[in-house]
């Protein structure tokens, strides 16, 4: 058995102990062993079972009466004032309730992680192995979490040779695994405190790494003995986000207890859904086929049949656009755009025939780049690769190409048929949709490929959620199907949305991506949340087919909607908009039919 020696001096896993002799500074909570006196099986006991702090009479109390959940709602209470130094108060808890809120073993552990006091957290963690009978393999855990504690704090404060034989004497006894000692070994080579802690991805000495070093302490402890850290306010989050999830018209970005009251249940109208037009667009001369936000939310740009590619600077605060650029792109429209993910750059192009990919650099409109391999070449569709550098790009006609952001063309792919491109976060896998009615995955780098889905009806268009765990896909003559892509199964059809054999642009978007919109040929704007078939909302006010949709990526409350009828409408809450005119048109003509 290893000797304390003014330090944590722990025996090897596998030796005895006599775990109620030779401990300095602790007491036997239970005078003996068993339950320690305050808990017992995870209840709150009498006071009248505790003797008193000066040894005197001891009192009776209510704690008999309560039930076990009331006991339990009491200490999470008491751990919540703690927490927020009302001390006094939860003495007083305690005494009127009769119960003890912290067994004073765990409280006592507590207070000496808190303070550093290693040799008694020694103390402290083998009386509670006597108590509950903590496995060895769990006792070996506990002690390596407070021994690299301790040994850090020697680093820091400059006690390498006292470092060094913690390590020796205590540590290596305990017999970690031999990636964890060269680890520990390598932080006695830092010339500062700073490198250790850098090195380490430790916060330092104090009650910051103290704390968290309790909190994984206290996974091996039962709640019955210590409260897990935090307990009433994880339950509050749960509780919240339960609401949160039920909500079928939440668009908030913060976290639940953010944007909710404790004291009403939660429940947002469509006042705070982007149901109202904000602003209506009318720079194109014709039918507006495409619109896409910025990654960064902070732009937009919209593409129509006259060529035009017109860029909008974003007004967060109004929900509006100004107009930045008009750009001439392709002559036969603008079917497609494409953001770089850095936002710095737009990939256009044309419809169905069109020979070329333009690339334009958004902040000071010129255009940067033109791919065009041969006249005969159709080049529909486009996406990035995430690191802005590289993009692909293909069509209907069985073009299919990887090109650097230069616009030079690095690896082709012969005979897929594209109508859809999107472009994974691995930066490797790109997901086609093609004209067999499928997905599949590619690889340009090994040219390998796999299926991903396949439907029964021609794909018109798809798009996948920020997880890439969801593609949205819009199927001729069958609307809008919602497919989960590591399952690779169908999940939903949403129902009400009119299409044929137009192509149809829909997005995810709102908050946590909870909600799915499309355009439809009945020249509605339709809105689903992921966990319905059913529509929550119809955006009324365009006048022929909607064409495409997209949501603000970091504006939860701001849609547009782009359509023949050649404008582009912008979508935000009523409760945002404060009864405003926009474009000499009040908002209350654009009302939503939920």
Same mark, same amino acid.
């Given at each position: 058995?290893?000797?304390?020696?003014?330090?944590?001096?722990?025996?090897?896993?596998?030796?005895?102990?006599?775990?109620?002799?030779?401990?300095?500074?602790?007491?036997?909570?239970?005078?003996?062993?068993?339950?320690?006196?305050?808990?017992?099986?995870?209840?709150?006991?009498?006071?009248?079972?505790?003797?008193?702090?000066?040894?005197?009479?001891?009192?009776?109390?209510?704690?008999?009466?309560?039930?076990?959940?009331?006991?339990?709602?009491?200490?999470?209470?008491?751990?919540?004032?703690?927490?927020?130094?009302?001390?006094?108060?939860?003495?007083?808890?305690?005494?009127?309730?009769?119960?003890?809120?912290?067994?004073?073993?765990?409280?006592?552990?507590?207070?000496?992680?808190?303070?550093?006091?290693?040799?008694?957290?020694?103390?402290?963690?083998?009386?509670?192995?006597?108590?509950?009978?903590?496995?060895?393999?769990?006792?070996?855990?506990?002690?390596?979490?407070?021994?690299?504690?301790?040994?850090?704090?020697?680093?820091?404060?400059?006690?390498?040779?006292?470092?060094?034989?913690?390590?020796?004497?205590?540590?290596?006894?305990?017999?970690?695994?031999?990636?964890?000692?060269?680890?520990?070994?390598?932080?006695?080579?830092?010339?500062?405190?700073?490198?250790?802690?850098?090195?380490?991805?430790?916060?330092?000495?104090?009650?910051?790494?103290?704390?968290?070093?309790?909190?994984?302490?206290?996974?091996?402890?039962?709640?019955?003995?210590?409260?897990?850290?935090?307990?009433?306010?994880?339950?509050?989050?749960?509780?919240?986000?339960?609401?949160?999830?039920?909500?079928?018209?939440?668009?908030?970005?913060?976290?639940?207890?953010?944007?909710?009251?404790?004291?009403?249940?939660?429940?947002?109208?469509?006042?705070?859904?982007?149901?109202?037009?904000?602003?209506?667009?009318?720079?194109?001369?014709?039918?507006?086929?495409?619109?896409?936000? /910025? &990654? %960064?939310? +902070?732009?937009?740009? #919209?593409?129509?049949?006259? *060529? @035009?590619?017109?860029?909008?600077?974003?007004?967060? !605060?109004?929900?509006?656009?100004?107009?930045?650029?008009?750009?001439?792109?392709?002559?036969?429209?603008?079917?497609?755009?494409?953001? /770089? &993910? %850095?936002? +710095?750059?737009?990939? #256009?192009?044309?419809?169905? *025939? @069109?020979?070329?990919?333009?690339?334009?650099?958004? !902040?000071?409109?010129?255009?940067?780049?033109?791919?065009?391999?041969?006249?005969?070449?159709?080049?529909?569709?486009?996406?990035?690769?995430?690191?802005?550098?590289?993009?692909?790009?293909?069509?209907?006609?069985?073009?299919?190409?990887?090109?650097?952001?230069?616009?030079?063309?690095?690896?082709?792919?012969?005979?897929?048929?594209?109508?859809?491109?999107?472009?994974?976060?691995?930066?490797?896998?790109?997901?086609?949709?093609?004209?067999?009615?499928?997905?599949?995955?590619?690889?340009?780098?090994?040219?390998?490929?796999?299926?991903?889905?396949?439907?029964?009806?021609?794909?018109?268009?798809?798009?996948?959620?920020?997880?890439?765990?969801?593609?949205?896909?819009?199927?001729?003559?069958?609307?809008?199907?919602?497919?989960?892509?590591?399952?690779?199964?169908?999940?939903?059809?949403?129902?009400?949305?009119?299409?044929?054999?137009?192509?149809?642009?829909?997005?995810?978007?709102?908050?946590?991506?909870?909600?799915?919109?499309?355009?439809?040929?009945?020249?509605?704007?339709?809105?689903?949340?992921?966990?319905?078939?059913?529509?929550?909302?119809?955006?009324?006010?365009?006048?022929?087919?909607?064409?495409?949709?997209?949501?603000?990526?970091?504006?939860?409350?701001?849609?547009?909607?782009?359509?023949?009828?050649?404008?582009?409408?912008?979508?935000?809450?009523?409760?945002?908009?404060?009864?405003?005119?926009?474009?000499?048109?009040?908002?209350?003509?654009?009302?939503?039919?939920?």
């Amino acid at each position: 058995m290893q000797t304390n020696g003014g330090g944590l001096g722990y025996p090897a896993p596998e030796d005895d102990f006599d775990h109620h002799s030779g401990m300095d500074g602790v007491d036997d909570c239970d005078g003996g062993g068993g339950v320690p006196n305050g808990v017992s099986n995870g209840e709150c006991v009498p006071a009248a079972a505790v003797s008193s702090p000066d040894g005197g009479t001891v009192v009776e109390t209510k704690a008999s009466m309560l039930t076990r959940s009331q006991q339990e709602v009491i200490r999470l209470i008491g751990q919540f004032l703690r927490n927020l130094g009302l001390n006094r108060t939860v003495e007083q808890l305690a005494t009127e309730s009769g119960c003890i809120l912290e067994d004073p073993t765990a409280s006592q552990l507590r207070q000496h992680v808190m303070d550093g006091k290693w040799e008694k957290v020694d103390s402290d963690i083998l009386q509670l192995q006597s108590i509950l009978s903590v496995s060895s393999e769990n006792l070996t855990e506990m002690r390596l979490l407070i021994l690299e504690q301790k040994y850090l704090e020697m680093l820091e404060d400059g006690k390498a040779h006292e470092a060094l034989d913690c390590l020796r004497k205590h540590v290596t006894p305990l017999k970690p695994n031999n990636e964890k000692v060269r680890q520990l070994t390598s932080y006695l080579m830092c010339s500062s405190s700073e490198d250790v802690r850098r090195l380490a991805k430790w916060s330092g000495k104090g009650a910051a790494s103290r704390g968290k070093l309790l909190e994984s302490l206290q996974a091996f402890l039962p709640s019955s003995l210590m409260v897990p850290p935090q307990r009433l306010m994880t339950l509050l989050n749960q509780a919240a986000q339960r609401q949160v999830d039920q909500c079928m018209f939440h668009c908030y970005s913060d976290s639940p207890l953010d944007s909710m009251s404790l004291l009403t249940d939660h429940v947002c109208s469509k006042e705070q859904f982007p149901c109202v037009t904000a602003q209506i667009l009318t720079d194109s001369t014709e039918d507006v086929w495409f619109c896409r936000f /910025s &990654p %960064d939310g +902070a732009k937009f740009a #919209t593409g129509a049949k006259d *060529g @035009s590619l017109i860029i909008y600077d974003v007004d967060k !605060e109004s929900y509006t656009m100004k107009k930045k650029h008009t750009l001439a792109g392709q002559n036969n429209g603008i079917a497609h755009i494409s953001w /770089s &993910p %850095d936002s +710095a750059y737009i990939l #256009t192009c044309g419809p169905e *025939g @069109s020979s070329e990919v333009i690339i334009w650099n958004v !902040e000071t409109g010129q255009q940067k780049t033109k791919v065009m391999q041969a006249n005969d070449d159709s080049l529909t569709t486009a996406s990035w690769h995430r690191d802005s550098s590289r993009f692909v790009a293909g069509g209907t006609k069985g073009h299919f190409y990887q090109c650097n952001v230069d616009g030079n063309v690095v690896a082709t792919w012969e005979g897929i048929r594209v109508q859809g491109l999107v472009c994974l976060s691995d930066d490797r896998t790109v997901l086609a949709a093609d004209s067999h009615h499928r997905i599949r995955a590619y690889n340009f780098e090994d040219h390998t490929d796999f299926e991903i889905l396949q439907e029964h009806y021609p794909i018109m268009s798809f798009t996948v959620n920020e997880s890439e765990q969801r593609a949205l896909i819009n199927i001729a003559t069958q609307g809008v199907h919602l497919w989960d892509l590591p399952s690779k199964s169908l999940v939903r059809k949403f129902i009400g949305v009119t299409q044929t054999f137009y192509t149809i642009h829909s997005c995810f978007g709102g908050f946590n991506e909870n909600f799915v919109a499309s355009g439809s040929e009945d020249c509605l704007v339709y809105i689903w949340h992921v966990k319905g078939e059913e529509s929550i909302a119809k955006l009324e006010g365009h006048t022929r087919t909607v064409n495409c949709v997209h949501w603000n990526p970091t504006l939860p409350g701001m849609l547009a909607s782009a359509s023949d009828d050649g404008t582009v409408r912008i979508w935000a809450p009523e409760s945002t908009l404060s009864s405003r005119i926009v474009d000499g048109m009040q908002e209350s003509e654009d009302q939503t039919q939920l």
